[in-house]
């Protein structure tokens, strides 16, 4: 019997076919899931980074030519120039011109012609990003020999491109430049502080002074002209124009004629010279010497010459009528009040001065070395008595020489639109002493503050601040260089002293000038004028220099302007020193306001 075989075309299932009823459904599903992966792919790109590929395309399309703001002028009270604009070539370049195969050849060429090394041209180019759609200046205030030899090689530097710039100009150069301070480009550090506010690479900003506190005024804002490029970077049509907004115009309290004046009488003498308005605290007048020219920053690169004018060691750049010296028999006048206000002293009070006293084992001299005899309040200003005021300081104590001198304004800022420039000064306390010291305060302490000696540090600001008191009778004001609603009751706060003291104070300044240690200012040539020295002890390189002060207002009986003079290391006293320069500015201050009013000035 023969075996059956199973047929091939029975049910028997052939391992070939195995699987291939699910074939269709393992596409579909694979099918589905990469176009859902292309769908979320192109979803993703579209809407989360849509914007960014936009911008990126619309970059390598659309070029920004940037047109720089014309920086706001700077005017004096009467409305003389102080600073302006002038305008100069730069060069720019596109971002991405370091990675084209002509870079080689352009960078080598700038390099040569601007005197600038091929890796500072990149870094700039770099820091900018390869994908900014603006254009990077890389020079600036371009000579004319540079903007020659630019255009003797301009087959090679196809690319550069030439724009004119707004640059920061000074007129009166060195006489207003502790007042305007100067603008620089950013450096590094204030470029990642400031990006966030609109600022740029190669943006100028003010460094110092007026430009510095009222930069966000002064600056403007940038314009520009969106271009259409071709392939190759060529321009095709201007899609859009944006107009540069200049800078608001700033009105100074300022007088350039005083100003000048004051340069003038500070001469070569390291030191300074602040005039106010008492009444109100308006800055007619600041020096600082040495000075220097802050047009220098305005060029694209600073000689070795002009760095050393502002590097010297003699700190050019410094604000002298900002920085904290001891104030020295200036200081009286707090020593003054301190004694009338705090009841222990009358405006009668008579005490002996003698030629040196001894308080606690410590001998304190008289500057004359005798004494002056018996005196009141107003004779021992009027002769600056040392010996009378250590017996004030002595009896009224250090927490009440200290509020008082608080009172004044020392110690802290004045509000002065220089914040970041301006010194506190120092008042020493029981807490400053046993941290500097880790000594208890004493009542040598209390002697040495009473003259103005010892720790304490004043500006000369703060000192103007301190004398505009007794000359508006009693308000302390707020120095300001804004020209703006001068007389308003906002820039004076009442120290609230009696009507006592404002008067000792103001007899005893008048009795300085007409017969006491300021007579240098008891002139035919200016009104009464009432005023206090101060000579302050100090040291320079081992050698005894003193520091000389003189402040005064005119006139004695209705001040209209305040002038504190501070020689520093002059070595000579604050009536033979500080005084006459005050005289020289009050002189040309009155006889202009007042034609013929006063003696005329005798001729040298």
């Known amino acids: 019997m023969a075996l059956l075989q199973p047929s091939p075309l029975g049910n028997g299932k052939n391992t070939r076919t195995v699987g291939q009823n699910f074939q269709p459904t393992f596409l579909i599903i694979l099918t589905l899931l990469l176009t859902s992966g292309i769908g979320v792919r192109l979803a993703y790109l579209q809407i989360v980074e849509g914007?960014?590929?936009?911008?990126?395309?619309?970059?390598?399309?659309?070029?920004?030519?940037?047109?720089?703001?014309?920086?706001?002028?700077?005017?004096?009270?009467?409305?003389?120039?102080?600073?302006?604009?002038?305008?100069?070539?730069?060069?720019?370049?596109?971002?991405?011109?370091?990675?084209?195969?002509?870079?080689?050849?352009?960078?080598?060429?700038?390099?040569?012609?601007?005197?600038?090394?091929?890796?500072?041209?990149?870094?700039?180019?770099?820091?900018?990003?390869?994908?900014?759609?603006?254009?990077?200046?890389?020079?600036?205030?371009?000579?004319?020999?540079?903007?020659?030899?630019?255009?003797?090689?301009?087959?090679?530097?196809?690319?550069?491109?030439?724009?004119?710039?707004?640059?920061?100009?000074?007129?009166?150069?060195?006489?207003?430049?502790?007042?305007?301070?100067?603008?620089?480009?950013?450096?590094?550090?204030?470029?990642?502080?400031?990006?966030?506010?609109?600022?740029?690479?190669?943006?100028?900003?003010?460094?110092?002074?007026?430009?510095?506190?009222?930069?966000?005024?002064?600056?403007?804002?940038?314009?520009?002209?969106?271009?259409?490029?071709?392939?190759?970077?060529?321009?095709?049509?201007?899609?859009?124009e944006k107009q540069a907004k200049a800078g608001k115009d700033l009105h100074l309290t300022i007088d350039l004629e005083m100003q000048k004046t004051a340069e003038k009488a500070l001469g070569n003498r390291n030191g300074a010279v602040v005039a106010l308005d008492p009444r109100n605290g308006a800055v007619l007048a600041m020096v600082s010497h040495p000075t220097f020219d802050p047009n220098i920053f305005s060029k694209q690169k600073v000689s070795q010459k002009d760095w050393e004018t502002v590097q010297g060691a003699e700190h050019p750049l410094v604000n002298r009528a900002l920085s904290a010296f001891p104030p020295a028999s200036t200081f009286k006048i707090v020593t003054t009040t301190a004694g009338l206000e705090s009841g222990k002293f009358s405006p009668n009070t008579v005490l002996q001065t003698y030629g040196s006293l001894n308080i606690g084992g410590t001998t304190f001299g008289e500057w004359n070395h005798a004494g002056f005899g018996p005196l009141g309040f107003v004779g021992a200003m009027q002769w600056s008595s040392d010996t009378f005021f250590y017996q004030i300081g002595r009896a009224v104590g250090g927490p009440t020489l200290i509020e008082w001198t608080r009172k004044y304004g020392f110690g802290e800022k004045t509000g002065f639109e220089f914040s970041s420039e301006e010194a506190k000064g120092l008042v020493p306390d029981e807490t400053w002493k046993q941290k500097a010291w880790k000594m208890p305060w004493t009542v040598g302490d209390s002697i040495n503050m009473s003259i103005g000696q010892g720790a304490l540090q004043t500006t000369p600001l703060q000192v103007a601040v301190m004398f505009a008191v007794p000359a508006n009778g009693g308000d302390r004001v707020q120095p300001h260089l804004l020209k703006d609603n001068e007389e308003a009751k906002t820039w004076r706060s009442s120290l609230n002293m009696k009507p006592e003291t404002i008067k000792v104070l103001r007899d005893g300044l008048r009795k300085v000038v007409s017969e006491g240690t300021g007579k240098a200012l008891n002139k035919p040539t200016l009104p009464p004028v009432a005023g206090k020295s101060g000579t302050a002890e100090a040291w320079k390189r081992g050698v005894k220099q003193n520091h000389a002060w003189f402040g005064a207002y005119a006139p004695a009986d209705k001040p209209e302007l305040l002038i504190v003079a501070f020689a520093e290391h002059s070595g000579g006293g604050g009536g033979s020193v500080a005084a006459p320069m005050i005289v020289e500015i009050m002189e040309e201050y009155f006889h202009r306001k007042y034609p013929g009013k006063y003696q005329k000035v005798a001729k040298q």
């Open 51 to 240: 914007a960014s590929h936009r911008k990126r395309a619309e970059s390598n399309r659309v070029r920004m030519i940037p047109k720089q703001p014309e920086r706001g002028n700077i005017f004096d009270r009467n409305g003389k120039l102080l600073a302006s604009t002038r305008y100069s070539r730069s060069v720019y370049l596109w971002p991405m011109a370091h990675t084209k195969p002509s870079w080689p050849v352009v960078g080598a060429r700038l390099s040569q012609i601007l005197e600038i090394p091929v890796a500072d041209l990149e870094k700039q180019l770099q820091d900018a990003g390869r994908n900014s759609s603006s254009l990077i200046r890389i020079a600036r205030d371009l000579s004319e020999a540079e903007i020659t030899a630019l255009k003797e090689y301009q087959n090679e530097l196809s690319e550069v491109e030439i724009h004119l710039d707004a640059v920061r100009y000074y007129p009166e150069g060195k006489d207003v430049a502790h007042v305007l301070g100067y603008t620089r480009e950013l450096t590094a550090e204030q470029l990642k502080e400031k990006k966030q506010q609109g600022y740029q690479l190669g943006d100028v900003i003010g460094q110092m002074g007026i430009e510095k506190a009222y930069e966000k005024i002064l600056r403007g804002e940038w314009g520009g002209q969106q271009i259409e490029v071709d392939g190759r970077g060529r321009p095709l049509r201007v899609l859009g």
